[in-house]
């Protein structure tokens, strides 16, 4: 049981790698970008790859009417998801002291991995359908009006994860390293749990 | 099966590639070819001669990257047309739109080349330039005063300390008005050791040795052990004024100059030699506020070298000798007596015995003479006609270029014995191997400038390009790999490998550091401001348009200054600037820069204006219109963009 609430707080402890790292990424390449443009999205603001590279997406946006990128300010969820991660974080980590301590039961593991995983389809929810108004809410005196087969206008909508062309730019969008961490760290949290199971399980048949 | 056959055969042939004989081997082809989207390993700074300017090359493909304006106006980008640029090309004689660039050479650490700048000279007015390698812009150029045909340069010793400019012209020193025909005794020959910040590169002549009236034609700096000293090749010891070609040729030997310039500097900073007033231009580009300063040095530092014992030497060189050439360790000076079968090489010890011994055939002008055979090293017997240049490959080797013979020889140091010897199409001037001028050549590549080039390409005409043909040397015989044409003269050239300048090669200037006092950093920044007959127009580029593009307000008999900043933070995003009648050159601005056009109109009119650069697919839209009125109108300055103006 020990084990496990270590891992658990272990678990916890690793969603704090996303105040350092980026959570997601989405890279633009192009034949006139073969160093690929980029954005890092962090829980606390979207920045550039490289120094100039939202201006230059800006830049290139404008064509096709896209707004800018948003500021940190400009979207409630870059205040509200750092308090989130903090607080799920330690949450997780008194839960595991708790476990540590035989106070709580290892099913409080898995509790915080189902709320948890709420959250992150909530959040990956809220983020899609950013992405959707981003590619999709468009300038009607755009330059260039691109439109589908059936006549509707194109959406420059890039994708939730994996690969998309869009007109020339090849478009990548994947977690980054504060993603994975979390997804490690929310892993173990689950292992915690089997291993806290487990545990349990063989004292109760001993 | 068949993919095992492809491996068996692959793997055969990287063997055959191996040794000497195999057929690969002997693909000169594969050699110099480098592949669409990958680099060369070497860049080669070739110098433009009369262009002016410098060409930058890739090796081994002898493909042009770019050519950087120096000495020479340049409508390409504006250099020298603009108000940012046009105080590069100021001198004392005025502003001279044009050039003769000669010897580049790159700076160097501790005997190293470390590709932080490209010096050069120019001959007809004489100058040094300073390039910087991480914009590939002339950042800086100082007039030489006192010094005419400015040929013995541009060389840097081997920590840069200094970056030496001898003259090929002696003249009267002070200027003065005298006649020609009493040349000899009263002319003479300045010799400039410019000193080099270390952080900035910023010149500063330190002092001028004037020398007796010969001609100094080449020179290079000691290394290693002979570092201090400095070598300069005279001809026309004989001070002849008038058709030199006879006259100056009938000594059976010249000399080579050597100058310990570490005793002369000691003497110097010790406040030594005077103080002489001079008129010569100090111009200085900003990378930040992207615009040159031009100010007049009103003095220098002359030093008589008979002031300063054991300061200099004469060592006799047969023949009007031309290059002047250290190998790698400091040991050897070649003389390559342009007139003489031979090729002369002293050695530094031997001369330095002899000045201890002082063993002196006689003086000049109060400067010692050496004993020739004193200062012998040794003597390549008969190597070709006409010696010019020698460079060095590091592995004891020496490579001389033969004007008349047209071809280049390849021999021992030491043994003095020529090894292989190649043809050049056709008379070819100067050689460079990579790191040539240092202590560390990187003896992979040589390539011949070759004066004369006939038959070698598709005939464009009577003129046509000069050429320049790659050599392999990385085996015991050459073998010539490339023959690339180079624009203008290539006198000379400086080359190194690619790895140090390509990292540090600048993408872009930031906006954010752009003090340009007449920058508009955004939209919101820019105006038209009028002051008095002057209209100054503070203007942004970025795709795909001009803002302002609607101006209006200007009269006939205004001067009216465009301001043009690219606000584009973006690699190889450039826009140009060009408005219809301009009697002047476009702008072409590179990302976060500003540049500077004046226009005087002289017609009444609505004249466009365009980006000259195709910068983006709605590059065509990107243009403007600026109203010209009667000079006596009272058309209101006005400026708009996105709006009809009012």
Redesign the interface.
């Known amino acids: 049981m020990k084990k496990a609430s270590i891992i658990m707080i272990i678990g916890s402890l690793l969603l704090l790698g996303l105040f350092k790292f980026p959570l997601w990424n989405i890279m633009l390449g192009a034949p006139q970008y073969p160093?690929p443009l980029g954005m890092n999205i962090h829980i606390d603001g979207i920045k550039g790859v490289s120094?100039?590279d939202l201006?230059?997406i800006d830049?290139?946006n404008h064509?096709i009417g896209m707004k800018t990128i948003p500021k940190a300010e400009e979207m409630w969820e870059f205040a509200v998801f750092p308090k989130v991660i903090l607080g799920m974080a330690f949450l997780g980590i008194i839960i595991g002291l708790m476990s540590f301590f035989d106070k709580v039961s290892y099913k409080f593991f898995l509790g915080w991995f189902i709320l948890m995983s709420i959250l992150g389809v909530l959040g990956m929810y809220d983020f899609n359908n950013w992405l959707a108004d981003y590619g999709g809410n468009l300038d009607s005196h755009a330059?260039?009006k691109v439109t589908n087969p059936d006549g509707t206008p194109m959406s420059y909508k890039p994708p939730l994860i994996g690969f998309k062309k869009l007109l020339n730019f090849d478009v990548t969008s994947l977690p980054h390293t504060g993603g994975y961490l979390m997804f490690i760290g929310m892993s173990l949290t689950l292992f915690a749990f089997w291993l806290g199971r487990k545990t349990s399980l063989k004292k109760t048949t001993s | 099966m068949l993919v095992i056959l492809l491996g068996f055969t692959s793997c055969n042939n990287g063997n055959q590639s191996g040794g000497k004989s195999g057929a690969l081997s002997n693909n000169i082809a594969e050699k110099v070819y480098v592949a669409p989207g990958e680099y060369d390993s070497h860049y080669a700074f070739i110098s433009g001669g009369y262009s002016g300017n410098v060409t930058v090359y890739g090796l081994p493909s002898g493909r042009m990257f770019k050519e950087i304006p120096v000495f020479s106006q340049f409508a390409t980008s504006g250099y020298g047309y603009s108000e940012e640029t046009k105080p590069m090309l100021n001198t004392s004689h005025g502003f001279v739109p044009w050039g003769d660039s000669h010897h580049p050479d790159i700076s160097q650490s501790k005997g190293e080349l470390d590709g932080r700048w490209v010096f050069i000279n120019e001959n007809n007015t004489p100058r040094i330039a300073r390039i910087s390698l991480t914009t590939f812009e002339t950042e800086e150029i100082i007039e030489v005063p006192n010094s005419a045909g400015n040929h013995s340069s541009s060389f840097v010793t081997e920590n840069t300390e200094y970056v030496v400019a001898g003259t090929r012209f002696s003249v009267p020193i002070p200027q003065r008005d005298m006649p020609i025909k009493d040349y000899k005794g009263n002319f003479q020959g300045a010799l400039s050791f410019i000193s080099v910040a270390p952080e900035t590169g910023n010149m500063d002549i330190k002092f001028q040795v004037l020398m007796p009236g010969f001609n100094y034609d080449l020179s290079h700096p000691g290394r290693g052990k002979s570092h201090g000293w400095f070598f300069f090749t005279t001809y026309n010891t004989e001070e002849a004024s008038t058709l030199l070609e006879v006259n100056a040729s009938q000594n059976d030997k010249d000399f080579i100059a050597a100058v310990n310039w570490k005793k002369i500097e000691e003497y110097v900073n010790n406040g030594g030699g005077k103080m002489m007033p001079a008129n010569y231009a100090h111009n200085l580009y900003d990378e930040h506020t992207h615009t040159a300063t031009s100010t007049m040095k009103k003095e220098v530092r002359v030093v008589n070298p008979i002031d300063v014992p054991g300061a200099v030497y004469f060592i006799p060189t047969p023949k009007s000798p031309h290059g002047c050439d250290v190998d790698p360790s400091g040991e050897y000076i070649v003389g390559n007596g342009k007139l003489s079968a031979n090729l002369t090489v002293h050695s530094f010890t031997k001369m330095l015995d002899a000045i201890e011994k002082e063993k002196f055939a006689g003086e000049a002008y109060g400067i010692p003479i050496l004993n020739f055979e004193d200062v012998l090293a040794g003597v390549v017997e008969q190597p070709g006609l006409g010696p010019l240049h020698t460079e060095f490959d590091g592995k004891g080797n020496a490579y001389t270029t033969f004007f008349i013979s047209s071809e280049v020889v390849k021999w021992k140091i030491g043994t003095w014995e020529v090894i292989d010897r190649k043809p050049t199409y056709y008379s070819v001037g100067h050689l460079t191997i990579p790191g040539g001028n240092s202590g560390k050549p990187q003896g992979k590549y040589m390539f011949a400038m070759n004066k004369i080039t006939k038959d070698r390409y598709l005939p464009t005409g009577p003129e046509m390009e000069h050429s320049a043909q790659l050599y392999d040397i990385s085996g015991d015989k050459m073998e010539l790999l490339l023959d690339f044409p180079t624009h203008g003269e290539p006198h000379y050239a400086a080359a190194m490998e690619a790895s140090i300048i390509k990292e540090q090669s600048q993408k872009i200037y930031k906006l954010a550091d752009n003090k340009h006092p007449y920058a508009a950093k955004s939209d919101a920044d820019t105006k038209v401001v009028r002051n008095g007959n002057e209209v100054h127009i503070y203007m942004t580029t970025i795709r795909s348009h001009f803002s302002p593009d609607n101006i209006e307000g200007v009269k006939v008999g205004d001067k009216v200054y465009f301001h043009v900043t690219n606000l584009e933070q973006d690699f190889d995003v450039p826009h140009g600037f060009a408005v219809l009648g301009q009697n002047n050159s476009e702008l072409l601005i590179m990302p976060g820069q500003t540049k500077s056009s004046v226009w005087e109109p002289k017609q009444v009119g609505v004249w466009p204006f365009y980006c000259t650069d195709f910068c983006s697919a709605l590059h065509q839209e990107m243009q403007g219109y600026i109203r010209v009125s009667a000079a006596d109108s009272d058309v209101p300055i006005k400026w708009s963009l996105g709006e009809d103006i009012e």
Do not use: A, H, K, R
């Open positions: 160093e120094e100039f201006q230059n830049g290139l064509y330059i260039i």
